[in-house]
């Protein structure tokens, strides 16, 4: 059984409400791959979530952009894992590097956030990447696998976990990781999954990529072995994503 193609699309801090009806409508009515070849989660802001859900069509899920790290209480301005249970939102991004470097989220703190929502029953979309200057140091491979195993020491169970590849030099810059690039850091992060989780988790956790994914270059990311998918930005709240969902196609042909 192979990993199922996964295309997420996070609408980061972006919509109003007449924005969010025309991104549903282009989702709703898009002919895309049937559920068994594709999976497929948008993430609006908050306050977008329930009439996202009501309105996107069944066979595509929400995901939350981030949640608090334990339980709700005096936390103001934060939305914990229970809270979104509550309201059938099935999955949650964790630890984009949005969060990590405007927010100072440390990979222990990011790992913590994913070890609880896990135990309350979500989905977990974990973001791990390198900043430019990392790259350059030639420091990539240390600090992606750092990050994973941050998220390794605090969960048992990786079913629900997907972890996305975000080189952050090439978030929203229009730069994107040849695939080669993206292939070798994936490759990478297997490997460390394999070496130091399990052969059956390594093979069976879908790593995708995310850095300014568009249709053009969609296709080419999509055939690389070890790529199970992408983190979609700017190109989710576009019709190009649709495009960007049918390179699914690529791995099942």
């Known amino acids: ?13 972006n919509g109003t409400a007449d924005q969010v009806d025309k991104i549903v409508k282009i989702l709703n009515e898009g002919q895309v791959p049937s559920p068994d070849v594709v999976e497929v989660v948008v993430s609006p802001p908050y306050v977008f979530l329930p ?3 009501s309105q996107l069509r069944p066979e595509f899920q929400v995901a939350a952009q981030n949640c608090w790290v334990k339980k709700g209480g005096a936390f103001t301005g934060e939305i914990s894992a229970e809270m979104l249970v509550n309201l059938g939102v099935p999955s949650v991004i964790l630890g984009h590097s949005e969060r990590r470097s405007l927010l100072g989220e440390s990979s222990e703190f990011v790992g913590d956030k994913v070890a609880y929502a896990l135990a309350q029953g979500l989905k977990v979309i974990a973001c791990v990447g390198e900043t430019l200057e990392q790259r350059e140091s030639g420091s990539t491979m240390d600090v992606v696998s750092a990050q994973t195993k941050a998220i390794a020491e605090r969960i048992k169970d990786w079913t629900n976990v997907v972890i996305a590849y975000e080189p952050v030099w ?5 730069k994107v990781a040849t695939p080669a690039q993206a292939q070798e850091v994936h490759a990478v992060l297997r490997d460390w999954l394999r070496t130091n989780v399990s052969p059956e988790v390594a093979e069976s956790t879908r790593i995708i990529y995310g850095g300014s994914v568009t249709a053009a270059n969609c296709k080419e990311l999509a055939g690389q072995p070890d790529l199970d998918g992408f983190l979609v930005g700017g ?3 576009k019709l190009e994503f649709i495009d960007i969902i049918n390179a699914a196609t690529v791995k099942s042909a």
């Open 170 to 174: 090439a978030i929203g810059t229009g």
């Open 235 to 237: 190109a989710s709240l």
């Open 1 to 13: 059984m192979g990993r199922k193609f996964f295309v997420g699309g996070n609408w980061k801090c």
């Open 51 to 53: 009439v996202v859900k």
